[in-house]
């Protein structure tokens, strides 16, 4: 699969007009070689030459990266005594893997992410610069079969960990207790059915109406309350590629606005995965849910987008944004969430994950909707 998409990005090298690349970002390095590394402040530095690959990483990776990739070249740098050759750290080696390409060669790099201090020696070795991020994120828009079979596994075990904690829900606990719930269970359930892979996971649980609209914070020690609000917001991934599944629901009867505007975020969502399909503009799918929430009065408080991307990265283009032109094609992926966020009210947002086939999209998280579910 790695050396497929190797060979497949060399073969665009003409069109690209580059000779070599080099990748930093860390999700792109795992799409292209499987090395899935805990970066902090030891750079990794993935090149891409004509015939070569070449890896730059810290001593405490290169095991890790020997067993998960089939790299030509690795350049090994460390940090003690006894193993450092004349105090060479990252940009020295970054210098030789440098010398690997051809003079005056022009290098693919991806603009958004490759530090400034890389640019710079690569530019003042005579070679030009290239920005090839839009072309490696529209390589990544399309899932192959592999990952499309993973990312369905990562949404059965997403809502199996939001129904566990959902089961749960009732006041007295904190917003991280609510969260462990479903943490319990998606560990014991990966240990069971998926033993020596890889397990990534992120969830919040943001309740109150101040808190729930925001969209994005971290769960905390706030207690839940009897009424209460509640967005449970997860994402599991399991062995790099990710689904997506929240609800919003309440602990106690919900006020009669927020059933009204409960209801509006859920027939906002229920139709665009209705509507969505292969050959719809991601705008024209944005417009879906924006139409609803406007004719209910409620467009100016819809924050965000419809929908996005999801695959390696918990967010990834394509976007489902008013601007977005981009006609959709079988294999994309994406979490469906417009959401509403009324102040005094609280912030209202389901999402769910769903492949797009020529049959359809096709739902692969699962969990009730319906307010009569969400009541607690």
């Avoid at 080696?93 to 003079?103: C, D, N, R, T």
């Amino acid at each position: 699969m790695y050396d497929q998409r190797l060979n497949s990005f060399r073969e665009d090298f003409s069109n690209l007009e580059v000779d070599a690349a080099i990748i930093f970002n860390f999700e792109n390095q795992f799409y292209f070689t499987g090395l899935k590394a805990i970066t902090y402040s030891r750079p990794i530095i993935l090149g891409i030459g004509e015939e070569k690959t070449h890896f730059i990483i810290p001593s405490l990776e290169e095991q890790h990266a020997k067993a998960k990739t089939n790299v030509d070249n690795y350049y090994i740098y460390h940090e003690t005594k006894m193993y450092s050759k004349n105090n060479e750290n990252y940009l020295d080696y970054f210098s030789q893997l440098l010398q690997q390409f051809p003079a005056h060669a022009r290098i693919g790099i991806e603009f958004s992410t490759l530090p400034v201090i890389l640019r710079d020696m690569i530019v003042n070795k005579g070679f030009s610069l290239v920005n090839i991020d839009q072309y490696i994120t529209k390589m990544r828009f399309v899932k192959d079969n592999q990952e499309l079979n993973s990312i369905r596994e990562a949404g059965k075990l997403v809502s199996l960990a939001l129904k566990e904690s959902l089961n749960h829900a009732r006041q007295g606990i904190t917003e991280i207790e609510l969260d462990q719930f479903g943490n319990t269970v998606l560990f014991k359930e990966v240990a069971k059915k998926h033993p020596h892979s890889t397990l990534d996971y992120f969830v919040m649980s943001p309740s109150g109406i101040a808190r729930t609209n925001m969209p994005h914070v971290f769960s905390n020690t706030r207690l839940l309350k009897k009424p209460d609000i509640i967005i449970h917001s997860r994402q599991v991934a399991i062995n790099g590629y990710r689904a997506e599944c929240e609800r919003t629901f309440f602990i106690g009867e919900p006020t009669t606005e927020q059933k009204a505007v409960f209801s509006i975020a859920i027939k906002a969502q229920n139709e665009v995965l209705n509507q969505i399909k292969v050959g719809m503009k991601a705008s024209e799918v944005n417009e879906v849910a924006r139409v609803i929430i406007s004719e209910a009065g409620l467009e100016e408080y819809m924050n965000h987008r419809t929908g996005h991307g999801i695959g390696i990265g918990l967010h990834e283009e394509p976007s489902l944004r008013f601007d977005n032109e981009l006609s959709l094609k079988e294999g994309m992926v994406f979490c469906v969430e417009p959401g509403i966020y009324v102040p005094e009210v609280g912030g209202f947002r389901h999402s769910d994950t769903v492949i797009l086939t020529n049959n359809g999209a096709e739902l692969i998280t699962e969990y009730p909707r319906n307010i009569e579910h969400l009541i607690f």
